[in-house]
């Protein structure tokens, strides 16, 4: 074996090593030199690229420029204007906090520098190859920074090899460029390729205005606003009412201190907020906004800055989870646009952020007289829901011309005009705007499901027992395994005990349903029981099996409701949370417009 097999690397190789950990791809790039220039105080930035980034990518801003000097040092390894010493690696305030990203950049590619200060007379030009400066000159430009990236992983044919066909890195330069608008509401975006505009995003006034830039008024005016302020903490930002889901997770936008990340945490935090309220394997769309203390957050635990770990990630999923559920709870209130704070504006100082939230309760009326209906629909005391009210927001008062009108909020369906019962399974409201369908199920669903729960977390689901003990029999293959949950069979408000080996004694069934169909309710809880039982499923299962009982036990499509039965529903659902959707995501109501109604019939 040779003596020697350790040895430094060529300063030209290193530099394509360091390069390739945050230039991955034309995006990677294209994403380093956007966050420089707004870092640099741009107020317009242009990007515009050939050959999906990898015959040019040129980043243009008006931002505050270099002087000749940070100019040509700006290309070196390590060099920065972020930070000063290994302190400010614990508190990052800056987006390009590794520099300007040059040297990396420049290490794979022909890259030509233009750059003024607003101070200055003339602007200086520089050229470099693979990272070794070729060229300096003045030039005349107004103040800002432009710089053109050629032939990226010329030098680096295996980098080159792996990148992906024109469409997927073009996709992946306008997905890393919409993050990055998407965070910077008040800044102006361009981004065109091959010649064809991608985005024009001009200056908005809002969060929400920038939402409906990019992704159109039918979505934007179906977003909720959510706050919520705790010390140190922050999570604002936008949430698509229940209603609203996608196939996919990618309309759920996160940003911490104002830096795009796809942190797994925030996006479970998210995803659970929006639990029995959107269907299994469908997504939100969110807009995420979390403030923290620097110093409580790290950001320099990924080499392209896309993940974060925070300090007490337990109080910011909390935070996050609640101020998106509770916005939820509550859709029925046109609440304001999201306006956040300018990032050049003086920040408020950490010790001044506090607790500012304000709450109110929404009074309910007051509970109706007890119906001895068949649907055994149990009013309860008045339910009185907890509603997160947006702070430091703003009306959108500049929306574009001819877009959407907002969408309707969601009704009191009790003080609606009751129409009557549709082939017996859906309730039919008129409404100021047009006509309402109530899923009966959907509905009586959710009541129940929430009824259900309220009660386990105060102490246990209510049991009312029966007049006479109901024997019910059990699949001999399946009988050891319903034994062995008499317990949770027992938490979900079964009052049962063994009566043989292949047989159980109902005594009681839950309160809310009543005593004349537990038996067939037992039966039926006991047929969708998994081979584990109600134990399998992780800390989510008895919630599951809830639903299940709230499905098996709530009216069913088919049953004809009398009036008074009608009204109770629709009054029981008003005092519910979430009522837009039944427990497993489905749509309790439907709505159509009175002008969709008239063209039908062409008025």
Known sequence: MPEHIVHILPEQVASQIAAGEVVERPASAVKELVENSLDAGAR??????????????????????????????????HATSKIRN????????????????????????HLRMQTRRAADDHGIEIAAEA?????????AMAAGTRIEVRGLFFNTPA??????????????????????????????FRLTADGRTVFDLPHANSVLERFRQVFGPKIANKMLA????????RAQGLAATSQESFASGRMIFTFVNGRSVRDRMLIRAVEQAYQTLIPRGRHPATMLFVDIRPEDVDVNVHPMKTEVRFRNGGAVFEVVHHAIRDRLANQTENAPNVTLVDKSAPSTDDAAMGLITMSSVAETPASTSRLEAPLRLVPDAPLHVAVQRPLSLAYDRDARPGAAPPAPPIPMYSKLRVIGQIFAGYIALETEEGLLLIDQHAAHERVTFEKLRHELRDGGIRTQAMLAPVPVELSPARAAQVHAALSELRAMGFEVEPFGPTTLL???????????????LLADMIESMGDAGFRGGGDGAFEDWLK????????????????????????????????????????????????????????
Not at 55 to 73: E, K, N, Q, Y
Not at 168 to 184: K, W
Not at 226 to 233: A, E, T
Not at 550 to 575: F, M, Q, T, W, Y
């Open 44 to 77: 317009s930035v242009t990007v515009e690229i050939l050959g999906a980034g990898s015959a040019l990518i040129a980043v243009a801003d008006d931002g505050s420029g270099m002087t000749r000097t940070d100019a040509i040092l700006s290309l070196r390894r």
């Open 86 to 109: 290994a302190s400010d690696l614990t508190a990052i305030r800056t987006l390009g906090f590794r520099g300007e990203a040059l040297a990396s950049i420049a290490s794979v590619s």
């Open 506 to 520: 109902l005594k009681g069934a839950p309160a809310v349903f009543g005593p004349e169909g537990g038996a067939k």
């Open 548 to 603: 299940q009982l709230a499905c098996h036990g709530s009216v069913r499509v088919g049953r004809v409701l009398e009036p008074a039965e009608i009204h109770s529903l629709l009054a029981d659902l008003d005092r519910t949370e979430f009522k837009t959707n039944c427990p497993h995501g489905r749509p309790v109501h439907i709505q159509f417009g009175r002008g969709q109604i008239e063209r039908m019939f062409r008025r």
């Open 131 to 139: 990272g070794n400066v070729e060229d300096t000159r003045t030039c």
């Open 226 to 233: 959510f706050d919520l302020d705790r010390p140190g903490l």
């Open 159 to 188: 980098r080159l090899k792996f990148l992906k066909t024109l469409a997927t890195e073009q996709g992946a330069i306008a997905e890393s460029f919409q993050r990055v608008a998407l965070a910077n509401h008040h800044i102006a």
